[in-house]
């Protein structure tokens, strides 16, 4: 058995204190989503600088061999545990008496899985590597593949803290996780590419194995301290577990699916016009440095997607008004992001990654600025979806979003095979595809939700969250202008925010019943 001090349980509880004393309503969307976004940031801050620091290190042809890694890696980690946190956090929320029998039946579950997943991997690094064209990244699927099963233990805790309503494991063993990947990857893949390029590539990914050790021990230690020891048995079934987890985990599997496909088709595409070289530093740049920062606005809206699913699974009302309420908050973080991603993309790029995107005698700036600018509309897409599809699995209408990801999907891959060999569209197809893909599925999502919900989402907010995008949009573009002094833009973009909430303060976004929700506790 695991021992905890007083001294470790008093240092556990710190994050938690605080998160019940913020002053929002207790067990409402904003605090669990604030505690989300919280973990979210700071796990994406150490995030960016250990993808900047190692796009520094590895140069743009390193960057894409580690890339070329994630697509199949990433597809076998959302086969055992995509969903896996939703999924287990709706059934404890449906079987609280007894979430300690029903949590280790999705343990089993999500082990066999894991297992299973792992030994395809090691069997099929090979083969992998074959196929995308550079045999040397076979070992790095090999040093990844046990990871899967800490993954997946791991997100059956968390998914086990988030049905409970508590939801700072999950943010803390996030912050951890990436800190640890952040300070052991660096190093290794710094000391490792002296000797060479591959061996920096694979000092990354060993670090990518141990921060994943080290966040499932966090997880374990904090559900040693947290976990209520008295549950009742549960009646239910490893089939009734398999049908909660199985729609989400379906749901969750396709866009990283679709991710494997790209980093197969994609470079294939690209090879018609350009070199192999040039064909993985293009792909590189898109789904390594652009998606990066595209991700981070998503932050919020997985935070809030997170919440709102036991939410809407348990037996509690206003379901209608803590579903319009979180695309309101999603739409408020999103939109201005957009905008801020469309008036300066190349001083993003520049601030972020300087001269480490430009090799091959291309240059990356250029190339990596225009790729977010196509991509911007793209993360309010994305982000609304992500509220739609939570909505929907937890009303039990999975399947519904599969089929309208599939269906987006399917065109998803048709505008790249049609468009992507015309050598003046090459890459940016890319993010154009991506971005047709979440519109598609967003709309189809919408037309689905209605019948379940009543949206309280009108013109006039829309219209007010546009204007005040608008602005901050103009604000930036105007400052940019006078100088490009690296302080003087962050300045310019810390300026806009302000500007931003401004507005959002001038145009009362929120209704009185809205205040009321976020009121301080007394």
Do not use: W
């Not at 790249?416 to 940016?428: A, C, D, S, V």
């Amino acid at each position: 058995m695991l021992k905890i001090s007083n001294k470790n349980k008093h240092f556990l509880n710190i994050f938690e204190h605080f998160s019940k004393n913020i002053g929002v309503k207790k067990n409402g969307i904003l605090n669990g989503a604030l505690i989300l976004t919280v973990g979210g940031i700071l796990a994406k801050l150490f995030s960016a600088v250990y993808r900047i620091a190692l796009t520094r290190i590895l140069g743009g042809v390193g960057i894409g061999l580690y890339q070329l890694v994630f697509p199949f890696y990433s597809l076998c980690v959302v086969l055992a545990t995509a969903g896996i946190p939703m999924a287990v956090s709706k059934i404890i929320a449906k079987h609280k008496n007894s979430d300690i029998a029903v949590l280790k039946k999705c343990f089993k579950y999500t082990l066999l899985v894991s297992f299973f997943l792992t030994f395809i991997l090691l069997i099929s690094s090979k083969l992998l590597a074959n196929l995308q064209s550079k045999t040397e990244i076979a070992v790095c699927y090999i040093i990844l593949a046990p990871s899967i099963v800490l993954v997946g233990v791991a997100s059956v805790l968390r998914g086990y803290f988030q049905g409970k309503q508590n939801f700072v494991p999950s943010s803390v063993s996030n912050i951890v996780e990436q800190l640890i990947k952040m300070i052991f990857g660096l190093i290794l893949s710094l000391l490792l590419i002296q000797k060479s390029l591959l061996l920096g590539v694979v000092g990354a990914v060993v670090g990518i194995v141990i921060s994943e050790f080290v966040s499932l021990g966090v997880l374990m230690v904090y559900f040693k301290v947290k976990h209520n020891r008295n549950s009742n048995s549960t009646t239910l079934t490893y089939k009734d577990i398999g049908k909660e987890i199985i729609p989400i985990t379906l749901t969750n599997i396709i866009l990283p699916l679709a991710g494997f496909v790209d980093s197969v088709l994609v470079v294939n595409l690209l090879n018609i016009n350009f070199s192999s070289g040039v064909s993985v530093f293009l792909y590189g740049l898109e789904s390594g440095a652009v998606s990066s920062i595209v991700g981070l606005p998503t932050i919020f809206s997985y935070a809030i997607a997170s919440v709102i699913m036991p939410n809407l699974a348990g037996n509690g009302g206003s379901k209608s008004f803590k579903l319009s309420l979180a695309m309101k908050i999603v739409l408020i973080i999103c939109v201005p992001c957009c905008a801020v991603f469309i008036a300066s993309p190349k001083n993003i790029i520049n601030l972020l990654y300087a001269n480490s995107v430009n090799d091959l005698s291309l240059n990356g700036i250029n190339i990596a600025g225009r790729l977010l600018a196509f991509s911007a509309l793209g993360v309010v897409f994305l982000s609304v979806n992500q509220i739609l599809s939570s909505a929907l699995q937890a009303i039990d209408k999975s399947h519904i979003t599969i089929r309208n990801l599939i269906v987006a999907v399917v065109v998803k891959f048709l505008i790249e095979i049609i468009f992507m060999p015309f050598k003046m569209l090459n890459i940016y197809v890319l993010a154009i595809s991506n971005t047709a893909c979440y519109l598609i599925v967003m709309l189809l999502n919408v037309l689905e939700i209605k019948f379940s919900f009543r949206l309280n989402i009108n013109v006039t907010f829309v219209i007010k969250i546009i204007c005040s995008s608008v602005i901050t949009m103009l604000v930036i573009l105007m400052l940019i202008k006078l100088s490009n002094n690296v302080i003087f833009i962050l300045f310019s973009f810390v300026l806009s925010v302000l500007v931003y909430f401004l507005c959002l303060r001038v145009f009362k976004i929120f209704n009185k019943q809205e205040f009321a929700y976020f009121k301080y506790k007394r």
